[in-house]
């Protein structure tokens, strides 16, 4: 049974998680602020190899997306998101041979592509790509809020107006309980 206090919904972002490539990495401080980087995908239309390689190197320069010439168009780059007033960041490994995430117990109702691509793959892969360049967001980022999280009203988390998102890896998952979140390019990836 689908837990509906466990409802995903896609964060609206040009990228997805790239799924192939094992280097999502979690950082949490006493200050509050935490940090999940991983290998993002900008979609098919920008250039760039698919990934392949599981140690890629990553252009040392951090610059952020949108401000170099030329940097944006590169399809494969390491991105970091930020969070602030972090309330708990956990990482956690493939405990099954189901996946990653164990789907079942998410509501994927708020992610309107992920029955088409169950029920028929080609369509499905047709339609991702389509809405991703006609949207300019990744219609299945990989990255997710969770609406909705069963949080009494005396709970801190309720008190101060946190919100829960889970970021979906290659071999690990991150659930983040934090406020406001950003993200930001650290550089082009290469040598898949």
Same mark, same amino acid.
């Given at each position: 049974?689908?837990?509906?206090?466990?409802?995903?919904? &896609?964060?609206?972002? @040009?990228?997805?998680?790239?799924?192939?490539?094992? #280097?999502?990495? #979690?950082? !949490?401080?006493?200050? !509050?602020?935490?940090?999940?980087?991983?290998? $993002?995908?900008?979609?098919?239309?920008?250039?760039?190899?698919?990934?392949? +390689?599981?140690?890629?190197?990553?252009?040392?320069? &951090?610059? +952020?997306?949108?401000?170099?010439?030329?940097?944006?168009?590169?399809?494969?780059?390491?991105?970091?998101?930020?969070?602030?007033?972090?309330?708990?960041? =956990?990482?956690?490994?493939?405990?099954? =041979?189901?996946?990653?995430?164990?789907? $079942?117990?998410?509501?994927?109702? $708020?992610? @309107?592509?992920?029955? %088409?691509?169950?029920?028929?793959?080609? +369509?499905?892969?047709?339609?991702?790509?389509?809405?991703?360049?006609?949207?300019? #967001? #990744? &219609?299945? @980022?990989?990255?997710?809020?969770?609406?909705?999280?069963?949080?009494?009203?005396?709970?801190?988390?309720?008190?101060?107006? %946190?919100?829960?998102?889970?970021?979906? $890896?290659?071999?690990?998952?991150?659930?983040?309980?934090? +406020?406001?979140? =950003?993200?930001? =390019?650290? !550089?082009?990836?290469?040598?898949?």
């Amino acid at each position: 049974m689908v837990n509906p206090t466990k409802r995903l919904i &896609p964060v609206s972002v @040009p990228w997805g998680i790239e799924s192939h490539v094992p #280097c999502m990495e #979690c950082f !949490g401080s006493e200050d !509050g602020s935490g940090r999940v980087s991983f290998v $993002g995908d900008f979609g098919p239309h920008m250039r760039g190899r698919h990934a392949a +390689a599981t140690n890629p190197r990553v252009v040392d320069t &951090p610059l +952020a997306l949108h401000t170099d010439s030329g940097f944006e168009e590169y399809r494969f780059q390491k991105v970091e998101v930020s969070f602030a007033r972090v309330y708990s960041l =956990s990482i956690t490994a493939i405990t099954s =041979s189901r996946g990653v995430l164990d789907e $079942g117990t998410y509501d994927w109702s $708020g992610v @309107p592509l992920m029955s %088409l691509m169950r029920s028929d793959f080609q +369509a499905f892969q047709m339609t991702y790509f389509d809405t991703w360049a006609e949207t300019g #967001c #990744c &219609p299945i @980022p990989r990255m997710y809020e969770i609406v909705n999280p069963f949080w009494d009203d005396d709970d801190i988390r309720a008190r101060f107006k %946190l919100r829960q998102f889970v970021l979906i $890896g290659h071999d690990v998952y991150a659930e983040v309980v934090g +406020a406001e979140w =950003s993200w930001v =390019s650290l !550089g082009a990836v290469l040598d898949f």
